[in-house]
């Protein structure tokens, strides 16, 4: 597998939405619009095989020592081949480096997060403004997402990636 991970640039904004756009048609994940996504264009990264694009996921920064693991997705093209646990372990460098101590993700597929080190909580353990986000969901009332946390400390062993950002 000839994997790469990298910051996105605005050529791949077309691509992300298009991905994101599937899932969410799927009610797996939020929609972004193509302009939301270039205005947080600088969140995001994005995995390629064979100069494709294979996969993204944005770093939604909350408080000075929580982020949030958001608009994951990997084309089914490229599904089951590590794009995703490689794209979550390179954000996790990237909000080490932010000086971020904890990761969350809200999701339906916890054995994902869980293989990464990720730990179910409540939701009412999550701070107020990550509901900032809810508010824009139409399951507002009825989430159905597991809410997840991984600790990001320094003692954490470093893991491998296909290539460093």
Request: aromatic share 6%; hydrophobic share 40%; charged share 25%.
């Amino acid at each position: 597998m000839n994997t790469k991970v990298r910051w996105a640039t605005f050529a791949d904004a077309a691509g992300i939405h298009d991905l994101l756009q599937r899932y969410a048609k799927l009610g797996r994940l939020l929609p972004r619009s193509t302009e939301e996504i270039v205005e947080r264009l600088s969140s995001f990264l994005v995995s390629e095989q064979n100069s494709a694009l294979a996969g993204c996921v944005s770093l939604e920064v909350f408080t000075p020592e929580l982020g949030e693991v958001r608009s994951l997705a990997v084309d089914p093209d490229f599904a089951r081949l590590g794009h995703g646990r490689v794209l979550v372990e390179q954000l996790e460098v990237e909000a080490r480096r932010r000086g971020l101590q904890r990761l969350m993700a809200l999701t339906y597929v916890p054995d994902f997060f869980d293989k990464l080190g990720f730990k179910t909580t409540a939701m009412d353990t999550l701070p107020e403004n990550v509901f900032g986000v809810c508010v824009t969901c139409s399951k507002l009332n009825h989430c159905d997402e597991i809410a997840m946390v991984n600790s990001l400390d320094s003692d954490s062993p470093g893991r491998s990636t296909a290539s460093s950002v």
